[in-house]
């Protein structure tokens, strides 16, 4: 019994050790890469190449609205992305000795990510056992599944990350003129500090005013927090850059990043269906421009 109790109390420990360590974890890693970013600046300063790029295309978000693993659900609720990246490469720092070292298939980049007014809504089919729950709403009586299909949210993100790329092939000789290379693909990770602002609505009208026009499991306090909110993202995927000209590549890129919050979607109700993170996938295609690239490299 002693036994078992000790290990209780350890077990205990350990998860009240590991509730107050995580968010701290979560706010010291992306500061690691704004310093490793400058202090890489700062010894490479003279031998840095840098690039701006612009990237569209679709996000999906992945929320408490729906099921997860639905397909309707992972991919009706999306938004059109927007991307302003900067790009810093080191491929031309070894080059007075010959040398070649894994900075040339490395590039550092940041970026500004926004998805503006995602609309989410239960884009799922129930069966019919799910709708005998009959719930009241204002003048007549209505099933469960009315009620959830009535239900929407609205979301806006702001993402401002840091991501390791690195490229399959040599970027010096990705860039030269005399390759007959065009296409080079890349792998990325990296983190992202995200803001957003959500809020719940039903087209059967204001839920402030009457929460009936709510499911039930959203009627408890505390099951809605709506308003601004900010959050970690760790994020990775994959792409491929095409050179266009010389001074300009295609990128296409598709990433997935998980959030440090089941909080974004403002969805908080204390059931099993609405306690995983909230995660995004994103498919941009873009255009790169070299900076400085004034000579033949």
């Not at 994020?235 to 440090?260: C, H, P």
Request: overall charge neutral; proline content about 2%.
């Amino acid at each position: 019994m002693q036994v078992k109790n000790n290990y209780t109390y350890l077990n205990n420990n350990c998860d009240l050790f590991l509730s107050l360590l995580i968010p701290h974890i979560m706010r010291i890693i992306p500061k690691f890469f704004y310093i490793f970013i400058f202090a890489t600046s700062f010894v490479f300063s003279q031998k840095i190449s840098y690039e701006i790029g612009v990237l569209t295309g679709k996000a999906s978000l992945q929320t408490d609205y729906g099921i997860r693993g639905d397909i309707l659900s992972e991919t009706a609720n999306n938004t059109t992305s927007l991307t302003v990246a900067h790009y810093m490469q080191f491929s031309n720092s070894n080059n007075w000795n010959g040398r070649r070292s894994i900075l040339d298939h490395i590039v550092i980049k940041s970026e500004i990510n926004f998805l503006n007014s995602t609309d989410l809504k239960h884009h799922v089919n129930f069966t019919e056992s799910n709708t005998n729950n009959k719930q009241e709403g204002e003048n007549k009586i209505l099933s469960a599944k009315e009620i959830l299909s009535k239900m929407s949210g609205n979301i806006s993100l702001v993402n401002f990350g840091v991501q390791i790329e690195y490229y399959l092939k040599d970027i010096t000789n990705f860039f030269n003129q005399r390759s007959s290379s065009k296409l080079n693909p890349f792998v990325n990770f990296g983190f992202n500090y995200s803001l957003y602002n959500n809020s719940v609505s039903s087209s059967l009208g204001d839920w402030h005013t009457n929460i009936n026009f709510l499911p039930e499991k959203y009627r408890i306090e505390g099951a809605i927090k709506e308003g601004p909110g900010g959050a970690f993202a760790f994020n990775t995927g994959i792409g491929t850059r095409y050179k266009l000209s010389r001074k300009i590549d295609i990128v296409a890129q598709f990433k997935w990043e998980i959030y440090a919050s089941d909080a974004i979607d403002g969805l908080q109700a204390d059931v099993v269906e609405n306690k995983s993170n909230e995660t995004l996938t994103n498919l941009q295609f873009g255009l790169i421009y070299h900076l400085n690239f004034n000579k033949n490299i």
